[in-house]
């Protein structure tokens, strides 16, 4: 099993997508380890985004971010994390694929619905960098023979 971490960006709150995106996590199969809102900092995103900190739209995109609350995911399953990007789709909207979270409900590449970790390693830091320990729940899914037999 792996963690994975969604951010629902400011841009799904405004529209009132939180539910209809968070429900796409949920019927895929994946388990909700823990959920909140927090209003982040431009201090927390510029650690977030310091892969992009010499792109042109780096202080954009901490703007962006911080126009309201968002909503944090730790979401869970086997593969996770490729299954959280695969469900998300390219970066930009306009060319992610019909099906896909940025390919249904996105016309931007910067206002593109969700956050999700690309790697292990990212997974494991944006985690940490968004959760204490006490709020991620490791409580059993019931029908876990139902979503993977015995993969
Ligand atoms: P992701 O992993 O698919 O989210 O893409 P990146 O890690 O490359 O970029 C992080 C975020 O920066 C993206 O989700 C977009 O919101 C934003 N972003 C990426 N490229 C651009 C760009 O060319 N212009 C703007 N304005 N934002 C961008
Ligand atoms: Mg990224």
Avoid at 83 to 108: E, F, H, K, Q, W
Avoid at 129 to 146: A, G, M, P, V
Wanted: hydrophobic share 40%; proline share 3%.
């Amino acid at each position: 099993m792996e963690k994975t971490l969604v951010i629902l960006k400011p841009c799904t709150v405004q529209r009132g997508l939180i539910g209809e995106i968070v429900s796409r996590f949920e019927k895929k199969g994946l388990r909700l380890a823990g959920m909140k809102m927090t209003w982040l900092t431009d201090e927390i995103l510029s650690e977030h985004y310091a892969h992009l900190k010499e792109k042109p739209f780096f202080q954009r995109i901490k703007d962006a971010m911080s126009v309201c609350p968002v909503i944090v995911c730790c979401w869970e399953g086997v593969g996770a994390i490729q299954v959280v990007r695969t469900l998300a789709g390219a970066t930009n909207g306009r060319n992610a694929a019909p099906g896909t979270i940025r390919g249904d409900y996105s016309m931007s590449v910067q206002e593109n619905i969700v956050h999700a970790s690309d790697s292990p390693e990212t997974a494991a830091m944006e985690l940490k960098r968004f959760f204490n320990d006490t709020e991620i729940y490791d409580y059993k899914l019931n029908n876990l023979l139902s979503l993977y037999a015995n993969d």
